[in-house]
């Protein structure tokens, strides 16, 4: 899937305004799309991609954060609620739900809980010392430190 453009609702909000009041004002389809590409200073392409925003976002209005233009390769699966004008795929992107808040309480021990050595005295922050290593090679006889 390539990116080719993508509209935020804010900007399709105004352009379906703006294409309401043209439609109301009797222009024909080429003069609402001329006056769209003036209001919001689009040409070419650009334009084209932008009208058919609008023509998607009217379809589906409801919590649209964006309508992405995109171009599929072959072979490519189409996503849901795409529309196809063309050779370009009009995907409406909508705005997630808020998940909520589990409330149940957590069993501290499922979450790994406090380590066996917890009780432990901390050692040097940088590793053994020799005499520590020298017990741990030693199969565990602890060596007398020497202080």
């Known amino acids: 899937m390539k990116s080719v453009t993508e509209f935020w609702t804010a900007t399709l909000n105004k ?7 043209l439609t109301a004002a009797g ?15 689009y040409e070419g392409d650009k334009l084209k991609h932008f009208v058919n925003s609008i023509e998607c976002a009217i379809a589906n209005p409801e919590k649209l954060s964006r309508v992405k233009v995109v171009q599929l390769a072959e072979g490519e699966k189409v996503p849901a609620k795409a529309t196809k004008i063309e050779e370009h795929h009009y995907v409406p992107d909508f705005q997630q739900e808020a998940r909520a808040v589990s ?7 499922a979450q790994g809980g406090p380590k066996k050595d917890a009780n432990r005295p901390k050692t040097s922050p940088w590793g053994l010392t020799p005499e520590e290593k020298a017990a741990k090679k030693g199969g565990g006889k602890a060596a007398k430190p020497t202080t």
Do not use: L, N, S, Y
Request: glycine content about 10%.
């Open 15 to 21: 352009g379906i305004k703006a294409k309401e009041e």
């Open 27 to 41: 222009k024909t389809a080429e003069e609402v799309m001329a006056g769209i590409g003036e209001a919001f200073k």
């Open 103 to 109: 409330t149940a309480k957590r069993d501290p021990k």
